[in-house]
């Protein structure tokens, strides 16, 4: 483990590099190499969401980030009518949407960047016990920073050492379920009424979401092609259909609602440039993906979902079932994506 004066030196020697592949450069995590920058340009701040909340409203317009190994989602809006929860915070409105887990909020900082030009980059940055990002508040132009300072003071934590101490990062669970359960879950699928029981459904089974759509079959799955992600953005790019996409990480979930113009592949990356929403995906991550198929009182909800190859959910695309026409368009979309015909049951 690198000292704190190490890892500025190695900062000062590298000055371009993205602090995450700095921090995989010298073998720490992403929160480790900004605490050694405390007191030039770093602030420790708690990272108690009751805390951060109603002080990011202060700065009006920002950008909310939240990423994955294999995606990142970028929105920008205000951060109004937070809600307060023991398991979940949330945040909802028409530009920003999160669910934010607060027992992996653990490690907070107010970061000041100098970039090429002069300009300085302010930003609230929040880490799990790992180290590793959960949830950035980026400042933009057309932010409001006058509160900065008055922000700052307010979140600001007192213990400002250099050095942090993490956890060792957890693994991602990979496919979880026995098919000896198959006919229960089958069973118990038929019952459902929200996507919001899926999770605790999950729970009972003693399954997850990989291990359920490996073993489900049709109706309720429908195996495609790695590729189906790329050609489902390309569909809908600039068509006007409104989609949900969903990205997360163990502490929080950025969901965009809403129409896409702007889709530019690059390389392994799939990337939405919006003025609004960017998304960066690796396509090259992604080594399941399944049309799943859940009931609710509304209607039928049919997601697309990407897994990487260690069981990573990478992200998830739905429908927006609301606006007229909108669910149908949706799902004729869906039938014209790559794989196979069914998933036969296990």
Same mark, same amino acid.
């Given at each position: 483990?690198?000292?704190?004066?190490?890892? !500025?030196?190695?900062?000062?020697?590298?000055?371009?590099? !993205?602090?995450?592949?700095?921090?995989?450069?010298?073998?720490?995590?992403?929160?480790?190499?900004?605490?050694?920058?405390?007191?030039?340009?770093?602030?420790?701040?708690?990272?108690?969401?009751?805390?951060?909340?109603?002080?990011?409203?202060?700065?009006?317009?920002?950008?909310?980030?939240?990423?994955?190994?294999?995606?990142?989602? @970028?929105?920008?809006?205000?951060?109004?009518?937070?809600?307060?929860?023991?398991?979940?915070?949330?945040?909802?409105?028409?530009?920003?949407? $999160?669910?934010?887990?607060?027992?992996?909020?653990?490690?907070?900082?107010?970061?000041?960047?100098? $970039?090429?030009?002069?300009?300085?980059? *302010?930003?609230?940055?929040?880490?799990?016990?790992?180290?590793?990002?959960?949830?950035?508040?980026?400042?933009?132009?057309?932010?409001?920073?006058?509160?900065?300072?008055?922000?700052?003071?307010?979140?600001?934590?007192?213990?400002?050492? #250099?050095?942090?101490?993490?956890?060792?990062? +957890?693994?991602?669970?990979?496919?979880?379920?026995? %098919?000896?359960?198959?006919?229960?879950?089958?069973?118990?699928?038929? &019952?459902?009424?929200?996507?919001?029981?899926?999770? #605790?459904?999950? !729970?009972? $089974?003693?399954?997850?979401?990989?291990?359920?759509?490996?073993?489900? &079959?049709? %109706?309720?799955?429908?195996?495609?092609?790695?590729?189906?992600?790329?050609? $489902?953005?390309?569909?809908?790019?600039?068509?006007?259909?409104?989609?949900?996409?969903?990205?997360?990480?163990?502490?929080?979930?950025?969901?965009?609602?809403?129409?896409?113009?702007?889709?530019?592949?690059?390389?392994?990356?799939?990337?939405?440039?919006? #003025? *609004?929403?960017?998304?960066?995906?690796?396509?090259?991550?992604?080594?399941?993906?399944?049309?799943?198929?859940?009931?609710?009182?509304? &209607?039928?909800?049919?997601?697309?979902?990407?897994?990487?190859?260690?069981?990573?959910?990478?992200? +998830?695309?739905?429908?927006?079932?609301?606006?007229?026409?909108?669910?149908?368009?949706?799902?004729?979309?869906?039938?014209?994506? #790559? &794989? @196979?015909? +069914?998933?036969?049951?296990?």
């Amino acid at each position: 483990m690198p000292t704190p004066e190490n890892i !500025r030196a190695a900062r000062l020697d590298q000055p371009k590099l !993205r602090e995450r592949d700095l921090s995989d450069q010298l073998g720490i995590s992403e929160a480790q190499l900004l605490a050694a920058h405390c007191g030039q340009g770093v602030t420790r701040i708690t990272a108690d969401l009751e805390r951060i909340m109603p002080q990011v409203e202060n700065f009006g317009d920002v950008m909310a980030l939240t990423r994955n190994e294999s995606c990142v989602i @970028e929105k920008t809006g205000k951060y109004g009518t937070y809600r307060s929860g023991g398991h979940a915070g949330m945040i909802l409105n028409e530009e920003i949407d $999160l669910r934010m887990f607060p027992k992996n909020w653990v490690h907070g900082f107010a970061v000041e960047k100098t $970039l090429d030009g002069g300009a300085t980059r *302010r930003s609230l940055q929040i880490f799990d016990a790992a180290g590793d990002a959960v949830h950035k508040i980026f400042l933009k132009d057309i932010s409001d920073s006058t509160p900065w300072e008055g922000v700052v003071a307010e979140l600001r934590a007192a213990d400002q050492d #250099p050095s942090l101490t993490v956890s060792a990062r +957890q693994p991602v669970d990979p496919a979880k379920g026995d %098919p000896e359960d198959a006919a229960k879950l089958r069973t118990a699928w038929d &019952g459902l009424t929200d996507t919001h029981q899926f999770q #605790p459904l999950m !729970r009972k $089974l003693k399954m997850n979401r990989l291990g359920a759509y490996r073993m489900a &079959g049709a %109706p309720y799955v429908r195996k495609l092609d790695t590729s189906a992600v790329s050609v $489902l953005l390309e569909k809908v790019a600039g068509s006007g259909l409104p989609i949900m996409v969903f990205v997360g990480n163990v502490g929080c979930i950025e969901i965009h609602t809403g129409r896409f113009e702007t889709l530019k592949p690059m390389g392994p990356w799939l990337n939405i440039l919006d #003025p *609004r929403f960017n998304l960066h995906l690796r396509a090259d991550h992604i080594a399941e993906v399944y049309q799943v198929t859940k009931s609710t009182r509304w &209607g039928d909800a049919n997601s697309v979902e990407a897994f990487g190859a260690d069981g990573l959910l990478i992200a +998830q695309f739905f429908g927006v079932l609301a606006e007229p026409g909108a669910a149908e368009k949706w799902n004729a979309l869906l039938a014209e994506l #790559p &794989g @196979e015909k +069914q998933v036969e049951p296990v």
